[in-house]
């Protein structure tokens, strides 16, 4: 999905969109979408879901830079970038390590 049709999107009416930058192989696509899903359905906050989603693309492929390209474009002031992790997501979170 093109920037341009994203900014239409949220002009037009939508609050946030998730847009992937580049191409994504099928399998990778899928676990990112089937995460994605479980997290908003649990915890109704997509910038959560989308936190959640990409830390499965990067568990997957650490070496890959597949999981920076699914990101979520929003115009609402109040869309929930800022809020802190449930406790469960901040200890999962946490055990993330980079350039390990």
């Not at 997509?46 to 990067?58: H, I, S, T, Y």
Request: net charge negative; hydrophobic share 50%; with cysteine.
């Amino acid at each position: 999905m093109s920037i341009k049709i994203v900014s239409q999107l949220l002009v037009l009416s939508a609050l946030s969109v998730v847009v992937v930058q580049a191409p994504v192989e099928p399998e990778p696509l899928t676990a990112f979408m089937e995460r994605f899903y479980r997290v908003l359905l649990e915890t109704g906050a997509m910038d959560v879901a989308v936190a959640e989603a990409r830390k499965v693309l990067f568990l997957a492929a650490p070496g890959n830079w597949e999981w920076t390209w699914p990101v979520l474009c929003g115009r609402a002031a109040d869309s929930g970038l800022q809020q802190r992790l449930p406790h469960e997501l901040e200890s999962t979170v946490s055990k993330i390590k980079f350039g390990a």
